[in-house]
T-cell receptor, first 111, second 113 residues
Framework: GQNIDQPTEMTATEGAIVQINCTYQ??????LFWYQQHAGEAPTFLSY????GLEEKGRFSSFLSRSKGYSYLLLKELQMKDSASYLC????????????FGDGTTLTVKP | NAGVTQTPKFRVLKTGQSMTLLCAQD?????MYWYRQDPGMGLRLIHY???????AKGEVPDGYNVSRLKKQNFLLGLESAAPSQTSVYFC????????????FGNGTRLTVT
């Protein structure tokens, strides 16, 4: 099975940079996904890592170290609209490619 | 392009009542999933399907049944609702590609009294 840990809450200031960490223990690994979920809405895809290293997409970057079972999501130039929950999910390597989610990190961006 | 559509959006049931949650996707995805989301507990997998006519149990399947008679539809049934099933239910789909993310419906907020 999968065990995924991420901080419950984080607070940051508008315009700043914030890093949300995720650690995982897995019996099968086929990639790590980050999703954003605004309150009362569905999760939406942000980024994907399957190889070690950094993936950059605009203001959002995600890093993966498979040997350490560690990933982080980096958000730059924070905006108020970035206030949301950020979900780390590990996809297994079965034919169903099931994803196991962490409990999410609620990020509050303050002016 | 509608993506993943769930109905209903809200429902209130009394203990012991039954209902079916409907999920439809128009992206020709093979894989479909039902998750529930409770405060502080993240998304937990109830049942999933790797193709038409196939279903399998996820992490928390008890009290639920599913059917996938058509590739585009995945139904979640509650035969005898219990207060512990009060939750937000999300349907999701993805392609078979390993790097394909989940596409979520807008969720169904279910309250069982």
């Amino acid at each position: 099975g999968q065990n995924i840990d991420q901080p419950t809450e984080m607070t940051a200031t508008e315009g700043a940079i914030v890093q949300i960490n995720c650690t995982y223990q897995t019996s099968g690994f086929n990639g790590l996904f980050w999703y954003q979920q605004h309150a009362g809405e569905a999760p939406t895809f942000l980024s994907y890592n399957v190889l070690d290293g950094l993936e950059e997409k605009g203001r959002f970057s995600s890093f993966l170290s498979r040997s350490k079972g560690y990933s982080y999501l980096l958000l730059k130039e924070l905006q108020m609209k970035d206030s949301a929950s950020y979900l780390c999910a590990v996809r297994d390597n079965t034919n169903a490619g099931k994803s196991t989610f962490g409990d999410g990190t609620t990020l509050t961006v303050k002016p | 392009n509608a993506g993943v559509t769930q109905t209903p959006k809200f429902r209130v049931l009394k203990t012991g009542q039954s209902m079916t949650l409907l999920c439809a996707q128009d992206m020709n995805h093979e894989y479909m999933y039902w998750y529930r989301q409770d405060p502080g507990m993240g998304l937990r997998l109830i049942h999933y399907s790797v193709g038409e006519g196939t279903t399998a149990k996820g992490e928390v399947p008890d009290g639920y049944n599913v059917s996938r008679l058509k590739k585009q539809n995945f139904l979640l049934g509650l035969e005898s609702a219990a207060p512990s099933q009060t939750s937000v239910y999300f349907c999701a789909s993805s392609s078979q590609n390993y790097n394909s993310p989940l596409h979520f419906g807008n969720g169904t907020r279910l309250t069982v009294t």
